[in-house]
């Protein structure tokens, strides 16, 4: 499957427009183009870009996508898209739903036009349930009816969504067999995203599908810090070894960043260098070595490309 990785994989989800700088005519520096990521990337020693698609509204098969698409494969440098953040697949507007899935439907293509193959979805909210659930059922997501009923619902946006997608684009139809959702793992007690309940999702519609994107400064926050070093690691690939196989850990897609949390979860990312705050990406990468894993890993810190950078500079001094 086109999703699944050869070798560990790490880049930003973005550039910063302060240090994306293309070599230009008489060897002078210019701003880059989109389409330049792949080299710029390349060049800074990272093989991976999330697309940041989060408050697009449309994305086309123009000639800068085209050379994006081509330069990724040049240069090596796998691309995932992360779908609109105003998709809502746990609304009670019936016209929210119907258009959330029509978004996922338009993600795929927009994943073709990038040569990307995985598409990262936030999968909604609990809303005015959330204030009735304890807990433990908001942080570890554990059994609720309701909650239940909810996730249920993003089940069914999400295979209505797979399907739109063949609809409105069936000449595409065999490119998004090579294309899986990945629901992401939330920070904020409101979210839905407790690893359990993203399990949940990838094993009822299928992992040739749908795999997780586990963010763990997410579950950091989420877990408001309770949870971290080894532990918070190994916690999460073993349920994800024992409920979804372990092919799909072996190429999982994850984010990381460091996260300031309040008592009621996430509140803002922070740079990787942040003391203060967790979690700590070395016992991540002894993991991954020590089970000799090929994942993603996707930095969403605000220093974007130069912490991608560093993590890629302690996974190889990890293997000296």
């Given at each position: 499957m086109n999703f699944e990785n050869h070798?560990?994989?790490?880049?930003?989800?973005?550039?910063?427009k302060e240090l994306f700088f293309m070599p230009g005519r008489g060897g002078k520096l210019r701003k880059g183009k989109r389409e330049e990521l792949p080299e710029y990337f390349a060049k800074l020693g990272l093989n991976a870009y999330e697309f940041p698609a989060g408050r697009m509204s449309h994305l086309n098969d123009g000639p800068a996508y085209q050379k994006l698409r081509e330069n990724s494969t040049i240069y090596d440098v796998a691309i995932s898209l992360h779908a609109p953040y105003y998709i809502s697949l746990t609304s009670d507007n019936e016209e929210t739903f119907k258009?959330?899935?029509?978004?996922?439907?338009?993600?795929?293509?927009?994943?073709?036009?990038?040569?990307?193959?995985?598409?990262?979805?936030?999968?909604?909210?609990?809303?005015?349930?959330?204030?009735?659930?304890?807990?433990?059922?908001?942080?570890?997501?554990?059994?609720h009816p309701q909650s239940q009923k909810k996730i249920h619902k993003i089940i069914q946006g999400i295979s209505a969504g797979i399907e739109r997608s063949g609809d409105l684009y069936p000449n595409l139809k065999e490119k998004f067999r090579k294309i899986c959702i990945c629901p992401e793992t939330m920070g904020k007690h409101g979210q839905i995203g407790p690893t359990p309940m993203i399990i949940q999702i990838c094993k009822d519609i299928g992992v040739d599908k749908v795999r997780p994107c586990i963010d763990f400064g997410h579950l950091y926050a989420r877990n408001v810090g309770k949870l971290q070093g080894r532990k918070l690691y190994e916690t999460v690939f073993q349920k994800i070894e024992e409920e979804l196989g372990s092919h799909v850990l072996q190429h999982l897609h994850i984010h990381y960043s460091k996260?300031?949390?309040?008592?009621?979860?996430?509140?803002?990312?922070?740079?990787?260098?942040?003391?203060?705050?967790?979690p700590e990406i070395k016992p991540l990468l002894e993991i991954i070595q020590e089970q000799s894993l090929t994942p993603t890993i996707i930095n969403e810190s605000p220093e974007l490309e130069p912490d991608a950078v560093q993590i890629m500079k302690e996974w190889k001094n990890l293997r000296k």
């Open positions: 070798s560990l994989r790490i880049g930003p989800t973005g550039a910063k258009a959330s899935i029509e978004r996922i439907a338009h993600a795929y293509a927009w994943a073709t036009y990038l040569n990307a193959h995985r598409i990262v979805l936030h999968p909604g909210t609990f809303g005015d349930l959330a204030r009735k659930l304890s807990p433990n059922q908001l942080i570890k997501g554990e059994f996260i300031e949390y309040t008592q009621k979860g996430e509140k803002k990312h922070v740079g990787n260098t942040d003391s203060l705050w967790g």
